[in-house]
């Protein structure tokens, strides 16, 4: 029955069921809720930051020289990407702010202080031979998160 009802229902009114669903779901079960949530993203974006989701984690970030919060704007490290000759194929330019901001927070002091050096330990760390696809997302939702 409910797929019936699935396929007549307009967009809008899925979005209210969905919404409610997941409200109802996290005040009873909140453990399946963030499965269930997270499951949701990433069917929608893949294993990949969204620039809301770099945003937030960005926002966690306790650097190592004192500081909390992202060292450089998406715009800024897609800016140092292209200069770098960096196209993003397997990842996205949140996946490389967050990784490249992750590098500084925690190597501020053991890189020499050259964007160039976070730029190449960025990708060392996103082209992981042990890696897998998705692998800055994944280390953000089952390390640091």
């Known amino acids: 029955m409910h797929r019936m009802m699935l396929e007549e ?30 499951e949701l993203y990433e069917d929608i ?9 770099l945003e937030k984690a960005l926002k966690k970030m306790h650097n190592e020289d004192g500081t909390i919060g992202g060292h450089w704007t998406v715009e800024q490290t897609t800016d140092v990407a292209k200069q770098h ?18 590098m500084y927070s925690d190597y501020y002091n053991v890189l020499p202080n050259d964007t160039s050096h976070y730029v190449k330990m960025t990708m060392r760390f996103i082209n992981d031979k042990d890696g897998h696809k998705g692998k800055a997302y994944h280390y953000y939702r089952k390390i640091v998160e």
């Open 85 to 102: 000759g960096i196209e993003f194929d397997t990842f996205n330019k949140y996946d490389f702010s967050y990784v490249m901001n992750m």
């Open 45 to 53: 974006y893949g294993c990949h930051f969204t620039e809301w989701l």
């Open 9 to 38: 229902a307009s967009h809008d009114q899925l979005k209210h069921f969905i919404d409610r669903m997941f409200m109802e779901l996290k005040e009873k079960n909140h453990d399946m809720y963030e499965e269930l949530e997270e």
